[in-house]
């Protein structure tokens, strides 16, 4: 063997061909008899949004073929398919990311699996670190563009070849989040009576481990970043390129520092505890974006 290829040997093919997506597809289409229209992609400590489902069927995710498997605490690892009301719906408890390992074909793997099974919208929830300065810990951020910085530097889910049966190969992303679903979702947070801790904004991604360094933190807040987090960003562009129907609720777990004289520094366990706290008013407000996006979709076909 080539000693240069023993140091650095070659990529595998990938584990992400249309037949890999099919057969996990089909896999899944044999298990259950769900045939879901929303999907429900949840972050850290967010799992509990599938509580409120019913007739569920439960998957765990090393027992579903090809199916990546959540390392991270906080995230169940399990997709869980049930009904909000008369909508059909999966949920994915926990999702994947770079740091965990795993490539870019893996973390949005799931996500070409709903399209072929007829998915129509996505609802993606992540927990965030606030960068903004009026935001406070405990709010909500409604997702109106994202900044995709591993995506700048050559990491992207679409790189590679295309494949025609998901999209196109320049699949355009200014209107990455739905602006009618948006727009659904202000009116039913005004319904709820809780405005005053809900926001729009410009999520960053980074691909983490490690929380920001300040330089890093002001850096982001100077290119017009609203929250920074791990994830997200290539399930939307790849649910994006699928044709589908995305909105991204983002919870600010915690305040990102910019200043070198603050002493308090973020931790996973933090994120989590915050998460829990508001995990109440996230299950209605998906709940009622499910039922009337759904709606929505039917009245426009």
Not at 188 to 212: A, D, H, K, Q, T
Not at 232 to 260: F, M, Q
Request: charged letters at 20%.
């Amino acid at each position: 063997m080539d000693p240069l290829t023993r140091l650095y040997p070659l990529p595998e093919s990938s584990c992400c061909s249309f037949e890999n997506y099919n057969l996990t597809t089909e896999w899944l289409l044999n298990q259950t008899n769900h045939r879901p229209k929303v999907a429900v992609i949840c972050g850290s400590g967010l799992g509990l949004l599938a509580d409120v489902a019913t007739d569920k069927k439960i998957f765990r995710y090393q027992d579903i073929p090809n199916f990546p498997v959540s390392t991270v605490a906080g995230h169940e690892g399990c997709l869980v398919f049930g009904m909000i009301e008369d909508t059909p719906c999966v949920f994915m408890q926990g999702h994947f990311h770079l740091y965990e390992g795993y490539s870019l074909c893996q973390v949005t793997f799931p996500v070409r699996i709903f399209k072929l099974m007829g998915v129509e919208t996505v609802l993606v929830t992540n927990a965030s670190g606030g960068i903004c300065p009026d935001f406070k810990v405990g709010d909500i951020m409604i997702m109106k563009d994202h900044i995709n910085l591993p995506g700048f530097a050559g990491q992207h889910p679409l790189c590679g070849p295309n494949d025609e049966r998901f999209g196109i190969r320049f699949p355009c992303m200014s209107d990455a989040y739905s602006k009618d679903l948006r727009r659904l979702t202000l009116d039913i947070v005004s319904e709820l009576g809780c405005s005053n801790y809900v926001r729009e904004g410009v999520y960053c991604m980074v691909s983490g481990p490690n929380f920001e360094t300040i330089a890093e933190a002001r850096m982001l807040r100077i290119l017009g970043c609203d929250s920074v987090g791990m994830s997200t960003v290539p399930e939307v562009t790849v649910a994006k390129h699928c044709g589908l129907r995305v909105l991204g609720l983002s919870l600010i777990t915690n305040k990102v520092s910019l200043d070198y004289s603050r002493e308090e520094k973020v931790n996973h366990e933090e994120v989590l505890e915050i998460s829990k706290m508001r995990t109440e008013v996230l299950q209605k407000l998906a709940t009622m974006i499910i039922t009337r996006c759904q709606q929505q979709s039917i009245n426009t076909h």
